[in-house]
């Protein structure tokens, strides 16, 4: 009679136990999902956030690009070549370099390949 009795309040005990852990597991998932919920929300308020500004300003890569495009003095430059620029009475001047040659410094600090990026996932 007692070992029957000490069997069922050890497994009543036990059940309880084991429903409390679930519960508390249960609290740390749903923590880390309403987390990440809240990740996701706050980029997207963001990038909404920048959006409108976008729109308000007319400052959208289309109309940048058209007043790139319309700009006859806008020049890119090549990778790695250096510009020098003269003053003149007009403003500023590019001064005209032999493009084909490399001074010591530029060979020297210049990189000959591209960084790679990697993303990091949380």
Known sequence: MRLNRFISV???I????????????????LAYLGQKKQI????????NTAL????????????????MGSANEFQMPDNYRFVRFIPSRD???VADQDQGREGLLARIFSLKRQALAKTVNP
């Open 10 to 12: 050890t497994v009543i």
């Open 14 to 29: 036990t059940s309880f136990c084991v429903l409390y852990v679930y519960q508390q597991s249960e609290i740390f998932r």
């Open 40 to 47: 996701t929300f706050n980029e997207l308020l963001d990038k």
């Open 52 to 67: 409108r500004y976008n729109i308000k300003k007319n400052s959208s890569l289309v109309n940048i690009g058209k007043s």
């Open 91 to 93: 403003g500023l001047k």
